[in-house]
């Protein structure tokens, strides 16, 4: 399908700039097979907004996501059968170890170590990712907690 056409398909509005934008990552995602409908990213979208609300977090723009489907389209475990559903949930996890993590690892650095899980341990797994990254998140904590400890005896 033609992007002109798509973009004269969907109602142009203030929130329209980001849809632009993911649908432009089609050209990108095709050679893996994945294409996103402008309804497949109203429902990122909304889902976005949801798991922001949920973690407390406020976003304002959609890089995030713009990585997410970029590095997990390369992936051999993303197929086109449940392509929404993985970037929702990855986006989930993403934001849960922003949190867990306490914002000290980079997006992209996160993302990347997600997908070395995804396409590791996890063999494309998102129940095994979340359990790795989980562990993962607490280990960063225990290792944070026991650096700062160290430090303060310097006091």
């Known amino acids: 399908m033609n992007l002109s056409r798509?973009?004269?398909s969907i109602q142009l509005s203030p929130q329209s700039k980001p849809i632009v934008e993911l649908l432009e990552?089609?050209?990108k995602t095709k050679e893996h097979g994945l294409i996103l409908t402008p309804n497949d990213i109203k429902t990122l979208m909304v889902f976005r907004n949801k798991v922001l609300h949920d973690h407390g977090r406020i976003e304002l723009g959609i890089?995030?996501?713009k990585e997410l489907i970029e590095v997990f389209a390369a992936s051999p475990y993303t197929d086109e059968d449940n392509y929404v559903e993985t970037?929702?949930?990855?986006?989930e996890i993403f934001y849960y170890l922003r949190n867990e993590?306490?914002?000290?690892?980079g997006d992209m650095k996160l993302i990347h170590?997600?997908?070395e899980c995804f396409n590791g341990p996890s063999a494309g797994s998102l129940e095994l990712?979340?359990?790795?990254m989980e562990e993962f998140a607490d280990s960063f904590r225990r290792d944070k907690i026991r650096s700062e400890s160290l430090y303060k005896g310097d006091e």
């Open 101 to 105: 993590t306490e914002d000290k690892i």
């Open 63 to 65: 890089e995030v996501l």
């Open 87 to 91: 970037l929702n949930e990855l986006q």
């Open 6 to 8: 798509i973009l004269n």
């Open 129 to 132: 990712l979340r359990s790795n």
């Open 25 to 27: 990552l089609n050209e």
């Open 113 to 115: 170590q997600m997908m």
